[in-house]
């Protein structure tokens, strides 16, 4: 039996492989079969390029390729033509700045990266070969030839950082054993950003999907056509994404015990719904092939988002959710997150880092840090800060920043430049806007990294955003369980519980014990199931198959669906359900 498990829920109802299944009609290939559908095509002259994503496998790719068209002309196109890697570091090197974590927006393009000469050296190489050829790497496509095939090999950004955690380098660069932290910030500032503009580009263009995130040997194939109706399909009805978990130092047992997860020590997160990183699962027949989230919100952001979310934000999801578990742990660090103008001044981000922790559950002695007490010099508390950070003695953080007592279903609004953090003995919703990194830690109880190494400080960061007037009459007042009834029905209940006014995203919460109207008003919402077994979400006319979600899954409902109604359903039934809705403010939810 479960030490955290609520009445009612059965442990292993969460979801982890969350599934959008195809109609008949479409297929999909893997393994053998993948590679010898590749090799079909590779008779005559045949020219294909497989454009991959940065991060991905290249000596297997080549190894499958080679093993079932040996008369093809293989070309890695980043071995040959891509610039020096000394030459691609200087063109980032303002991008990536000297900081473990942070660096600034990029806004380059894959031709900064090669060498116009030595593609067009490629093409004319290409044009002497009399047997089929195979161009393939990152930027394949920028070849200036005619491909009779165009295969997109795609990746989720959490699969690359897993392998690069392994031991994998940035793309062409010599840093296999370099902080992890640095990897990332290359990818998220550098990286990234110019494989999904060169992406976006491609998807009228492809033939082929490869799903490279597992080993090459074992690589699926759909066509684009399948790849097309996957992303349209899960534009116009609820889905969830593919959560994943992460350990740390400061992590619970709550995710182990409740969502029965994994075997590390612990778990300090979960990914719920992170689209940048998650991704998402199309079971085709008997076949599941996992491609990015983002590929849905690029491919369908005005379907997905909503026509003013997307004006506002472009092709971005702007909500994050994700489960911080110090159940049986530890403090999380104690920090702030940047103002707007700081974020597009230092950064180059468009919008910053606003959140709220909603508390899933809770131990009797839980309690949240937030905003500075109404004693708190500023001076004296950073003089503190920065002799704890020397090591010379721990940080009183009590004696600067105020703590709240926090219980099952709180919601606590954290504005940027709000001083915060949860206590231990918590588990947090974490509802917040998308950009996911810009944590400025302060304080850290003293404590290192899993990998043993000191968790990074940015103090100076960290002072330039401390808004000093949000001390304790403004945390209590403003920021703790704000929450008023908004309307009522038959058998539910509707409170508004945040966020804030400085914030973009607002959070409506459902109690309910039988059927409950939504409508997205134009606009992408995101829910989880807080209270309560199982529920189901459908269709009033039957747009959409009906949607069974379970105890704190997170799923989206895109803004094209409009209305639907959530009920409860199998174990839910005769239970007092709860759901969280979060929606972008002045889309129609706050109206």
């Known amino acids: 039996m479960s030490t955290f498990l609520p009445t009612g829920v059965t442990v292993g109802q969460y979801d982890k492989v969350p599934t959008i299944d195809l109609p008949p009609g479409h297929a999909a290939w893997s393994g053998e079969d993948t590679w010898e559908q590749l090799a079909a095509r590779l008779s005559g002259r045949h020219v294909m390029a497989v454009d991959t994503y940065p991060g991905s496998d290249l000596d297997g790719l080549r190894r499958e390729l080679a093993a079932v068209a040996p008369d093809a002309l293989l070309i890695d196109v980043e071995a040959a033509a891509a610039l020096p890697n000394a030459v691609i570091e200087k063109r980032i090197a303002a991008n990536l700045t000297d900081d473990r974590v942070f660096g600034v927006l990029g806004h380059q393009v894959l031709t900064d990266f090669y060498d116009t000469s030595r593609l067009a050296d490629v093409a004319e190489q290409i044009s002497a070969a009399e047997g089929p050829v195979v161009v393939f790497g990152w930027g394949a496509t920028l070849v200036p030839t005619e491909f009779d095939t165009v295969v997109l090999a795609d ?16 793309w062409r660069a010599d840093n296999a054993d370099e902080d992890q932290l640095r990897k990332v910030k290359r990818g998220y500032f550098v990286e990234w950003r110019v494989a999904d503009r060169h992406k976006r580009d491609l998807f009228d263009r492809i033939d082929l999907v490869l799903d490279a995130n597992g080993s090459m040997a074992d690589a699926k194939l759909v066509t684009a056509e399948t790849f097309l109706a996957g992303l349209e399909l899960a534009s116009r009805r609820p889905f969830r994404v593919v959560p994943f978990f992460d350990p740390g130092v400061w ?4 995710m182990k015990e409740v969502l029965e997860v994994g075997d590390a020590d612990n778990y300090a997160w979960c990914f719920d719904c992170v689209p940048e990183e998650n991704s998402l699962l199309f079971r085709i027949g008997d076949t599941v092939v996992e491609l990015p989230a983002l590929d849905l919100v690029f491919r369908h952001p005005r379907e997905l988002l909503g026509a003013k979310t997307y004006a506002r934000f ?6 994050r959710f994700d489960f911080l578990d110090t159940m049986a742990g530890g403090n999380l660090s104690l920090q702030v997150h940047p103002l707007t103008d700081y974020m ?6 468009p919008y910053t880092q606003d959140e709220s922790y909603y508390m899933l559950d809770a131990a009797d002695d839980a309690v949240v840090y937030l905003g500075v007490r109404d004693d708190a010099d500023p001076e004296a508390m950073q003089a503190a800060l920065r002799t704890a950070s020397s090591g010379e003695e721990p940080f009183p953080a009590d004696r600067y920043v105020n703590t709240f007592p926090a219980k099952k279903h709180d ?6 430049g709000t001083v915060h953090c949860s206590g231990a003995d918590s588990m947090v919703l974490e509802i917040s806007a998308t950009p996911y990194i810009f944590t400025f830690k302060m304080w850290d109880w003293g404590r290192v990294g899993l990998d043993g190494v000191p968790r990074p400080v940015h103090l100076d960061h960290a002072f330039a955003n401390i808004q000093w007037d949000r001390r304790t009459d403004f945390a209590r007042d403003e920021l703790v369980n704000q929450v008023t009834e908004v309307a009522r029905g038959d058998g539910w209940v509707e409170e508004r519980t945040g966020l804030h006014e400085l914030e973009f995203i607002e959070v409506r919460r459902h109690w309910f014990d ?33 949607f069974v979600v379970h105890y704190a899954e997170t799923f989206i409902v895109p803004a094209s669906v409009g209305r639907y109604t959530v009920r409860p359903c199998g174990r839910g039934v005769g239970q007092r359900l709860g759901t969280v809705k979060a929606a972008v403010r002045g889309t129609g939810l706050s109206d």
């Open 155 to 170: 990746l989720a950004r959490w699969e690359i950082q897993r392998r690069q955690r392994a031991g994998a380098p940035n």
């Open 251 to 254: 992590g619970g047992q709550w």
């Open 314 to 319: 472009g092709a971005e999801f702007p909500i």
């Open 344 to 349: 597009q001044n230092v950064f180059g981000m």
């Open 411 to 416: 919601h606590f609004l954290i504005p940027a």
């Open 514 to 546: 039988g059927v409950v109207p939504h409508d997205t008003d134009g606009t992408v919402n995101v829910l989880n199931l807080v209270e309560g077994a199982e529920a189901v979400v459908e269709s009033p006319d039957g747009a959409f198959e009906p």
